[in-house]
C-alpha cells in the first residue's frame, strides 16, 4: 500500500498522519508529491506509524484503483 492510499482508506489527513508518525508536515507533504526523497529515519516513522502497511518499498507504488472501479479517459468513473 502506497502512502496516499493509507491516508485515503484510513480518513486521515496529511497533517494528521505528521502528528501520528511524528514528523513535519511540510516534509511529509513533499514526500508524497515526490518533491523531496525521503530519509531513512523518516521511512522507519512511516512504517511504525502505519502499522508496516506503507513501508520503504511501498511507499511510492503506483495508487490502484478499488475494485469495481473502472478508469475512463484517465479519470476514475
Known amino acids: 500500500m502506497n502512502l496516499k492510499e493509507y491516508l485515503f482508506y484510513s480518513e486521515m489527513t496529511v497533517k494528521e498522519?505528521?502528528?501520528?508518525?511524528?514528523?513535519?508536515?511540510?516534509?511529509?507533504?513533499?514526500?508524497?508529491?515526490?518533491?523531496?526523497?525521503?530519509?531513512?529515519?523518516?521511512?522507519?516513522?512511516?512504517?511504525?506509524?502505519?502499522?508496516?502497511?506503507?513501508?520503504a518499498e511501498t511507499i511510492f507504488m503506483p495508487t490502484k484503483l478499488p475494485e469495481g472501479w473502472e478508469e475512463e479517459g484517465g479519470k476514475a468513473a
Open 17 to 55: 498522519f505528521a502528528e501520528k508518525a511524528d514528523v513535519d508536515k511540510c516534509y511529509l507533504s513533499s514526500v508524497i508529491t515526490q518533491n523531496r526523497k525521503p530519509s531513512p529515519r523518516f521511512l522507519r516513522s512511516i512504517a511504525r506509524a502505519s502499522n508496516n502497511k506503507v513501508t
